[in-house]
Structure formats: C-alpha cells, structure tokens
Nanobody, 126 residues
Framework: QVQLVESGGGSVQAGGSLRLPCAAS????????MGWFRQAPPKGREVVAV????????NYVDSVKGRFTISRDNAENTVYLQMDNLKAEDTAMHYC???????????????????WGQGTQVTVSS
C-alpha cells in the first residue's frame, strides 16, 4: 500500500501561484509514475501533469503547459506541482496519484494509477 497526502491548496487571485506537495509513504523513485489530476464538477477528472520517475519524463495537459511544473524530490518522498499564472479555469480539487510499475511515456489516463490521495482544493478568483 502507498499513502499519498496532498497539501498546499487554497484561494488565490488570477495570476498568482501555488505549490502543491504530495507526500508519499514510498520514495517517488520506487514509484514508476506519479501525477496530478483535477476535477471541477460537473466536469469529469482530467490529467494535469504526470511524470515517469526513472528519467523524469513529464507530460502536461495543453491548458497548463508553460504555467505548471511537476517535479520530484526522492529524499523527501515528495512530488510537487508548481502552478504559476493561475487562471479561474484552474479552480478544481487537485489529486495526487501513483503507480508502481513505470510506464513510458507517463500515462495520462487516471485508470492507469493505483493509488490516490484525498485531494486539495485550489480556487482562483478573477
């Protein structure tokens, strides 16, 4: 079992920044893929950013490219999502996800991930 705990969410104005840590009970280096997904009802869950941990290959949804960065810190067992130039449409519950067996390129389908955190809310006001 892997426990994932997200934090760092909150309310910001458009153009602001937030950094979301995801603390894992296993080193990200032992987890083949990790990622961030989000859901804003009534929309379904969508991928935000994913990473293949052996070589840090990343993939992003087009709407966040150039604004968000996913990274990992094996020493701290943490994966981060740095979110800059936030927009109102980024408002959603953000979830961290992980899987053991690494897939390359990192999968963007949430069904490929075995473990999920409880989520952290991000609210951006325009």
């Amino acid at each position: 079992q892997v426990q994932l705990v997200e934090s760092g969410g909150g309310s910001v104005q458009a153009g602001g920044s937030l950094r979301l840590p995801c603390a894992a009970s296993r080193s990200p280096g032992r987890l083949g893929n990790m990622g961030w997904f989000r859901q804003a009802p009534p929309k379904g869950r969508e991928v935000v950013a994913v990473i293949y941990t052996p070589d840090s290959t990343t993939n992003y949804v087009d709407s966040v490219k150039g604004r968000f960065t996913i990274s990992r810190d094996n020493a701290e067992n943490t994966v981060y999502l740095q979110m800059d130039n936030l927009k109102a449409e980024d408002t959603a519950m953000h979830y961290c996800a992980a899987r053991y067996g690494g897939l390359w390129p990192p999968p963007v389908d949430g069904k490929s991930y075995e473990y999920w955190g409880q989520g952290t809310q991000v609210t951006v006001s325009s």
